[in-house]
């Protein structure tokens, strides 16, 4: 039986937030960057996730504890996350299914994850952020079909941010035209964090975005034996790592309008799975906020780039 957040028999609806006080304003409370490598879900050992792993990348996991203590400080009644690996080959697509329940594969490490998830959808936010990203000009659908598999990068950046499940979710999909076109589509990711931000706000919601992308994303195309053998876990080159740095230099040192124009050369220059736009879309909703920014970890998962860091504005 998995450890999740059930709600009363017959409650399937989201039930609109208390009133709040004036230190508990709503709004975007706080911004994260989520990697979601099922390696790290794996080496945790939930109880819902089948594999078994001996441990493994801490310096990651321990900055995703951190986070996880820093979410129940604030009291988010809701967790929103973009993710690069819920693909939808026309528009922006939000998930309004009330309870979604199933098991989540990694299709590329089936040995990895095959894991169970239970929780529930603030509904009333989710099909406010379908209809502000609508209203602002974007090709927007609603995901209201029972059944539908999560995929497996949303469920492991939840996991890893709330382990608990104990918090009312919102996931986005993630438009296909960056794996086509690279970093094309950036400019709606900013668009729909806007549509976003202005939707948590109507809406009354306390809420924590999250956006689930590695860096430098070439990888190795073998693993040794245990996957978990920290002995061979390194940057793929020299190149993706110096990039990286670049790139998280300006984070923690609050240069975001720096930032905002150094991501799509950083998808030129790695590979960097940003191209999906998780990141911008993130930052967008935060209002590009200058002055702050925090690199918790940097670590690599079979050879890409991942950081766990955090815009917590005042």
């Not at 939808?88 to 009330?98: D, S």
């Not at 190795?220 to 002995?231: G, H, N, Y």
Request: glycine share 6%.
């Amino acid at each position: 039986m998995s450890r999740v957040f059930h709600p009363s028999p017959g409650d399937g609806s989201w039930r609109r937030p208390p009133d709040r006080s004036h230190t508990e304003r709503p709004g975007i409370v706080a911004g994260y960057l989520a990697p979601h490598p099922p390696h790290l879900a794996y080496a945790e050992n939930p109880p819902q996730n089948e594999p078994r792993s001996q441990g493994g990348w801490e310096t990651l996991r321990w900055a995703y504890q951190d986070l996880q203590q820093r979410i129940k400080a604030l009291r988010p009644d809701v967790l929103v996350v973009h993710a690069p690996h819920w693909i939808t080959m026309v528009g922006h697509h939000v998930n309004c299914v009330p309870r979604p329940r199933g098991i989540s594969v990694e299709p590329i490490f089936p040995h990895l994850l095959r894991y169970r998830y239970d929780f529930r959808t603030d509904v009333e936010l989710a099909e406010a952020i379908a209809d502000h990203s609508s209203d602002a000009g974007l090709v927007t659908r609603k995901l209201k079909v029972d059944g539908v598999r999560v995929d497996y990068a949303t469920i492991t950046a939840l996991h890893l941010l709330n382990p608990d499940w104990d918090i009312p979710v919102v996931s986005l999909s993630a438009n296909n035209n960056p794996y086509y076109y690279s970093s094309s589509s950036l400019e709606q990711m900013e668009v729909l964090g806007e549509a976003t931000r202005k939707a948590i706000e109507a809406t009354g919601r306390r809420a924590v975005v999250a956006g689930s992308n590695s860096l430098s994303h070439l990888h190795w195309d073998r693993e040794p034996a245990l996957p978990e053998d920290m002995a061979a876990e390194h940057p793929y080159n020299h190149h993706q790592y110096e990039w990286d740095m670049r790139l998280l230099e300006l984070i923690r040192t609050g240069r975001t309008r720096e930032l905002r124009a150094f991501i799509p050369e950083h998808i030129d220059a790695t590979e960097s799975e940003t191209k999906a736009g998780s990141l911008t879309w993130m930052l967008s909703a935060l209002g590009w906020p200058e002055g702050i920014g925090e690199v918790l970890a940097y670590g690599t998962v079979i050879g890409t780039g991942n950081a766990v860091a955090a815009w917590e504005p005042v």
